[in-house]
């Protein structure tokens, strides 16, 4: 039997078009019983119930045997609005049997085939139609351009066997090639038997989500011999049983997955073999584009065994792996007569075996404190994929064709810098999260084409360069290897070899203004000034080394002998284009800040952190950057001296920020190396923010413990731009300040701090995992008091902080002075008869005062001083002079 749906001369003289311009198909549709008047009879006649009534039976429809539909179904009607969409078959709650055998759909105008959605009544057909309370039996049938879901109610059993689907867009709206084949979802009680069936050259072939009890084959349900080939997503799996025997061959992607993990999967010339993805458009929806999905790389923290075949083996006389072409679904086109939806892809390679992607954002400007977490033993890490008991076969690097592969890789993973948009989606975040691999197999696959890190599609997304893989068994290098010592046991710490560079602008400006001879007038553009005023940063606008991340130990540093060189480099081009940096002696973490809401007249401050520098340790002094070794990373989106393009710092989701520029960035988070000491140099001058509270927290990259230290553990450096009084907070208990700068170090708890009181920096501890460090302005008065006391004598009956000394009285102070001075507690309090006297005249607590800065005071009363005593006074006035004429006019 041929149904034709309406192509007929007849039909087309009379309209003028066919139901594919109508969108008025033919529809089997079953109707409850009714009864109708014959003509010329009215109810009030007498005999009217015997004679003058046709009573017409419900309809009903057990087998569909042997059938062909053309043009069948409706969609949103021109002709009567009521009938919104109805598939081929419109089924009523009575029918409670189906067979379907051998039965051939062609060309729908609407998507699913026996489902339909958003139908209006009609003669009894449901507003809502579904076969979940059906004993439905398919098989031995061909679907081109037509979906079936199999959703069995509880007690009922669907049934699927030996069917093929091809994709294709037939109709106008809502076509099924999204998800050709929905066998099951998270609600589904019911039973499937599935198997030997085929779906092609659609968008999405199969969409998986029941549960594993769904194919429990006690109950008659089975998963067998089922075949993903030349679509755009071959499985998707959105939940349920993530350990069914997948099989995929030539799909852009072949399983792509979003609940949880994935095992027990043969993926073979796939674009992609497994990656993480998230798609909600069903069938029978108005579109078949997946959704912008800002945790879509989240949905796959596991792959749990399986095997990714790359180039399958030559084999005399097949067409199949002689074939040159691209995979059919990797690019967008015509198929059986269809246009069927492109896939989302870079195209950096021709193939890969598992691909990390990146957690990606639908707007620029939102979703800036999606920092995805994991609980760890000991406090939070960032989220992390993880890979293990994989088999990759026959990657090469390059293959005959010449197409570039790889059997892990990450150009999915985009970072929103700068990513080209896609469907109107920036891929990414600024985070690249990283992933674990262990216990991975590789055959036929050299090293360099084991693991390759993306340099990304476009040159401003830099944050490509800070991406991980912990190799925790040395698996990638199949055990002991050339690139590793012969003692090395791992874990191993891979990262890109492409650098965290900074902004374009800012580098060009800086080498500008070095090409001058560094000109103290103003005029340096975007070149900040923070760059400008320590010569020890100077070399890093010619030296790319010290640009980006701490890649190198240097003298001074907690990782001194440590380097983080390339691999592969002597194995050419194909090496090269690995991307991959082999890392000994180093290991970083994630810091993540939070600087509080302020507004301004209407406005929020934005002020962020912009650059991390690295240090020496505390113990050299306060302000020791790590001279001709200094490494400085610059947040990549700060590209002008008015932060116009900088986020809100608070991450929290401000949708009305809109980036100038397509690239954004996350500020507030930074890749460090652990165990360093850093200056954090912001934006603004954070004494603004006297009324919030800053936070600093570090979150584990890679692995829940540090590989190579005890603790992860930094040192940071901010600097306030005037006088502040500060309380320093960990686990809801105040951290006294320490009495000297180098008593802030890593071994030190976290929260210990120390307050510069001439430069105003802060230094303090950030240790562990679990709990932030908090930082709060404390209201304080400044007060000016005289006293009557001699030198000698003030220093005799007071400690002071020698950091509060003006230089002007250094030879006036013991030289063992500073290395012997520790306060009780660090706190200049009772002891000092100065700040005695003080508290007495403003009836305070003596430990609610510190001496900030002690200089020189009246130039007349040194004049006198010099006068009398000159030996002991004239360097002291003449230095003071010298700072008056410094100050004046610059002639000191």
């Given at each position: 039997?041929?149904?034709?749906?309406?192509?007929?001369?007849?039909?087309?003289?009379?309209?003028?078009?066919?139901?594919?311009?109508?969108?008025?198909?033919?529809?089997?549709?079953?109707?409850?019983?009714?009864s109708?008047?014959?003509?010329?009879?009215?109810?009030?006649?007498?005999?009217?119930?015997?004679?003058?009534?046709?009573?017409?039976?419900?309809?009903?429809?057990?087998?569909?045997?042997?059938?062909?539909?053309?043009?069948?179904?409706?969609?949103?009607?021109?002709?009567?609005?009521?009938?919104?969409?109805?598939?081929?078959?419109?089924?009523?709650?009575?029918?409670?049997?189906?067979?379907?055998?051998?039965?051939?759909?062609?060309?729908?105008?609407?998507?699913?085939?026996?489902?339909?959605?958003?139908?209006?009544?009609?003669?009894?057909?449901?507003?809502?139609?579904?076969?979940?309370?059906?004993?439905?039996?398919?098989?031995?049938?061909?679907?081109?351009?037509?979906?079936?879901?199999?959703?069995?109610?509880?007690?009922?059993?669907?049934?699927a066997?030996?069917?093929?689907?091809?994709?294709?867009?037939?109709?106008?709206?809502?076509?099924?090639?999204?998800?050709?084949?929905?066998?099951g979802?998270?609600?589904?009680?019911?039973?499937?038997?599935?198997?030997?069936?085929?779906?092609?050259?659609?968008?999405?072939?199969?969409?998986?989500?029941?549960?594993?009890?769904?194919?429990?084959?006690?109950?008659?349900?089975?998963?067998?011999?089922n075949?993903?080939?030349?679509?755009?997503?071959?499985?998707?799996?959105?939940?349920?049983?993530?350990?069914?025997?997948?099989?995929?061959?030539?799909?852009?992607?072949?399983?792509?997955?979003?609940?949880?993990?994935?095992?027990?999967?043969?993926?073979?010339?796939?674009?992609?073999?497994?990656?993480?993805?998230?798609?909600?458009?069903?069938?029978?929806?108005?579109?078949?584009?997946?959704?912008?999905?800002?945790?879509?790389?989240?949905?796959?923290?596991?792959?749990?065994?399986?095997?990714?075949?790359?180039?399958?083996?030559?084999?005399?006389?097949?067409?199949?792996?002689?074939?040159?072409?691209?995979?059919?679904?990797?690019?967008?086109?015509?198929?059986?007569?269809?246009?069927?939806?492109?896939?989302?892809?870079?195209?950096?390679?021709?193939?890969?075996?598992?691909?990390?992607?990146?957690?990606?954002v639908?707007?620029?400007?939102?979703?800036?404190?999606?920092?995805?977490?994991?609980?760890?033993?000991?406090?939070?890490?960032?989220?992390?994929?993880?890979?293990?008991?994989?088999?990759?076969?026959?990657?090469?690097?390059?293959?005959?064709?010449?197409?570039?592969?790889?059997?892990?890789?990450?150009?999915?993973?985009?970072d929103?810098?700068?990513?080209?948009?896609?469907?109107?989606?920036?891929?990414?975040?600024?985070?690249?999260?990283?992933?674990?691999?262990?216990?991975?197999?590789?055959?036929?696959?050299?090293?360099?084409a084991?693991?390759?890190?993306?340099?990304?599609?476009?040159?401003?997304?830099?944050?490509?360069?800070?991406?991980?893989?912990?190799?925790?068994?040395l698996?990638?290098?199949?055990?002991?290897?050339?690139?590793?010592?012969?003692?090395?046991?791992?874990?191993?710490?891979?990262?890109?070899?492409?650098?965290?560079?900074?902004?374009?602008?800012?580098?060009?400006?800086?080498r500008?203004?070095?090409?001058?001879?560094?000109p103290s007038?103003?005029?340096?553009?975007?070149?900040?000034?923070?760059?400008?005023?320590?010569?020890?940063?100077?070399?890093?606008?010619?030296?790319?080394?010290?640009?980006?991340?701490?890649?190198?130990?240097?003298?001074?540093?907690?990782w001194?002998?440590?380097?983080c060189?390339?691999?592969?480099?002597?194995?050419?081009?194909?090496?090269?284009?690995?991307?991959?940096?082999?890392?000994?002696?180093?290991?970083?973490?994630?810091?993540?800040?939070?600087?509080?809401?302020?507004?301004?007249?209407?406005?929020?401050?934005?002020?962020?952190?912009?650059?991390y520098?690295?240090?020496?340790?505390?113990?050299?002094?306060?302000?020791?950057?790590?001279?001709?070794?200094?490494?400085?990373?610059?947040?990549?989106?700060?590209?002008?001296?008015?932060?116009?393009?900088?986020?809100?710092?608070?991450?929290?989701?401000?949708?009305?920020?809109?980036?100038?520029?397509?690239?954004?960035?996350?500020?507030?988070?930074?890749t460090?190396?652990n165990?360093?000491?850093?200056?954090?140099?912001?934006?603004?001058d954070?004494?603004?923010?006297?009324?919030?509270?800053?936070?600093?927290?570090?979150?584990?990259?890679?692995?829940?413990?540090?590989?190579?230290?005890?603790?992860?553990?930094?040192?940071?450096?901010?600097?306030?731009?005037?006088?502040?009084?500060?309380?320093?907070?960990?686990?809801?208990?105040?951290?006294?300040?320490?009495?000297?700068?180098?008593?802030?170090?890593?071994?030190?708890?976290?929260?210990?701090?120390?307050?510069?009181?001439?430069?105003?920096?802060?230094?303090?501890?950030?240790?562990?995992?679990?709990?932030?460090?908090?930082?709060?302005?404390?209201?304080?008065?400044?007060?000016?008091?005289?006293?009557?006391?001699?030198?000698?004598?003030?220093?005799?009956?007071?400690?002071?902080?020698?950091?509060?000394?003006?230089?002007?009285?250094?030879?006036?102070?013991?030289?063992?002075?500073?290395?012997?001075?520790?306060?009780?507690?660090g706190?200049?309090?009772?002891?000092?008869?100065?700040?005695?006297?003080?508290?007495?005249?403003?009836?305070?607590?003596?430990?609610?005062?510190?001496?900030?800065?002690?200089?020189?005071?009246?130039?007349?009363?040194?004049?006198?001083?010099?006068?009398?005593?000159?030996?002991?006074?004239?360097?002291?006035?003449?230095?003071?002079?010298?700072r008056?004429?410094?100050?004046d006019?610059g002639?000191?």
């Amino acid at each position: 039997v041929e149904i034709r749906g309406g192509y007929e001369p007849a039909y087309d003289a009379f309209s003028g078009i066919g139901p594919d311009l109508t969108d008025y198909g033919a529809t089997i549709r079953l109707w409850s019983g009714y009864s109708e008047a014959k003509p010329g009879w009215t109810s009030g006649m007498v005999g009217y119930s015997i004679f003058g009534v046709n009573n017409y039976p419900a309809g009903s429809i057990a087998n569909l045997k042997y059938v062909r539909f053309v043009k069948c179904g409706k969609q949103h009607g021109n002709i009567k609005p009521a009938l919104t969409r109805e598939p081929p078959v419109a089924l009523t709650a009575d029918v409670r049997a189906l067979q379907v055998v051998g039965v051939v759909v062609s060309d729908p105008l609407a998507g699913h085939f026996l489902e339909c959605t958003n139908t209006g009544p009609y003669k009894g057909a449901l507003a809502q139609c579904s076969v979940a309370h059906v004993e439905l039996a398919v098989r031995d049938s061909v679907f081109l351009g037509a979906s079936l879901e199999l959703q069995p109610a509880s007690g009922v059993t669907h049934t699927a066997v030996n069917n093929v689907w091809f994709g294709g867009v037939f109709c106008r709206i809502g076509c099924p090639d999204a998800k050709m084949v929905v066998v099951g979802g998270k609600d589904t009680e019911g039973t499937i038997h599935f198997r030997g069936n085929t779906a092609l050259n659609g968008y999405g072939g199969f969409a998986v989500g029941a549960a594993c009890s769904a194919y429990d084959e006690a109950r008659g349900g089975a998963w067998r011999d089922n075949q993903a080939i030349a679509n755009a997503v071959g499985f998707a799996v959105v939940g349920g049983c993530t350990t069914l025997p997948l099989e995929g061959y030539r799909n852009a992607a072949g399983v792509t997955v979003a609940g949880g993990t994935i095992s027990n999967f043969f993926m073979a010339e796939n674009g992609v073999g497994v990656t993480a993805g998230a798609w909600n458009t069903w069938p029978d929806a108005c579109t078949n584009k997946p959704p912008d999905d800002n945790n879509a790389g989240a949905g796959l923290p596991l792959v749990n065994g399986g095997v990714v075949v790359g180039r399958a083996p030559e084999v005399p006389g097949s067409v199949r792996s002689a074939d040159c072409g691209d995979w059919p679904a990797v690019r967008g086109g015509y198929h059986l007569g269809g246009k069927k939806a492109g896939y989302r892809t870079y195209g950096e390679l021709g193939y890969t075996g598992f691909s990390a992607q990146g957690l990606y954002v639908p707007q620029q400007g939102t979703g800036y404190d999606a920092l995805m977490t994991q609980r760890t033993a000991d406090g939070w890490a960032a989220f992390r994929q993880v890979v293990q008991g994989v088999t990759f076969v026959g990657f090469s690097g390059t293959d005959l064709c010449g197409r570039p592969n790889a059997a892990l890789s990450n150009e999915m993973a985009g970072d929103g810098e700068g990513s080209v948009t896609v469907f109107a989606a920036s891929f990414g975040k600024a985070t690249c999260y990283p992933w674990v691999v262990r216990n991975l197999t590789f055959v036929d696959t050299p090293d360099h084409a084991r693991l390759r890190f993306s340099r990304g599609p476009t040159s401003p997304e830099v944050a490509f360069g800070l991406c991980t893989v912990v190799d925790e068994d040395l698996s990638l290098f199949g055990g002991p290897s050339d690139a590793l010592d012969d003692d090395y046991k791992g874990p191993a710490l891979l990262k890109s070899n492409k650098r965290h560079e900074w902004p374009a602008e800012i580098l060009r400006d800086c080498r500008a203004w070095a090409r001058q001879g560094y000109p103290s007038e103003g005029g340096q553009g975007t070149c900040l000034w923070w760059l400008q005023q320590y010569e020890t940063l100077w070399g890093s606008f010619s030296d790319a080394s010290r640009r980006g991340l701490v890649e190198a130990g240097f003298r001074g540093s907690s990782w001194e002998k440590s380097e983080c060189a390339p691999l592969y480099e002597n194995e050419g081009e194909l090496g090269a284009a690995a991307n991959v940096q082999l890392c000994t002696g180093i290991e970083y973490v994630l810091l993540k800040s939070n600087i509080p809401t302020k507004i301004v007249s209407g406005s929020e401050l934005l002020y962020g952190p912009v650059g991390y520098i690295s240090m020496i340790n505390a113990q050299l002094g306060s302000s020791t950057f790590a001279a001709s070794n200094t490494v400085v990373d610059i947040v990549r989106d700060y590209t002008d001296v008015r932060s116009t393009q900088m986020p809100p710092m608070v991450g929290g989701g401000d949708s009305s920020f809109k980036p100038r520029l397509t690239r954004y960035t996350q500020p507030y988070l930074a890749t460090l190396a652990n165990q360093g000491f850093y200056r954090v140099q912001y934006t603004g001058d954070l004494t603004a923010f006297d009324d919030g509270v800053l936070e600093y927290r570090l979150v584990a990259l890679g692995s829940d413990a540090p590989l190579l230290s005890e603790a992860f553990a930094v040192v940071l450096d901010i600097k306030f731009l005037k006088a502040v009084n500060l309380g320093v907070y960990y686990d809801g208990r105040q951290i006294p300040m320490a009495s000297r700068r180098d008593k802030v170090g890593l071994g030190a708890t976290p929260g210990t701090n120390y307050l510069d009181p001439v430069s105003k920096i802060l230094s303090f501890v950030v240790k562990g995992t679990a709990l932030p460090v908090k930082i709060k302005q404390l209201k304080v008065v400044s007060v000016a008091v005289g006293v009557a006391v001699t030198f000698d004598q003030f220093f005799t009956e007071n400690t002071i902080d020698p950091n509060a000394i003006d230089p002007a009285f250094a030879s006036l102070v013991p030289p063992t002075y500073a290395a012997n001075y520790d306060p009780d507690n660090g706190n200049i309090i009772k002891s000092n008869t100065f700040v005695a006297n003080l508290a007495s005249v403003l009836n305070i607590n003596p430990s609610r005062i510190r001496v900030v800065n002690i200089v020189p005071g009246n130039r007349r009363r040194l004049r006198e001083l010099a006068a009398k005593e000159p030996g002991r006074w004239r360097h002291l006035l003449e230095a003071t002079e010298s700072r008056r004429l410094d100050d004046d006019g610059g002639l000191g």
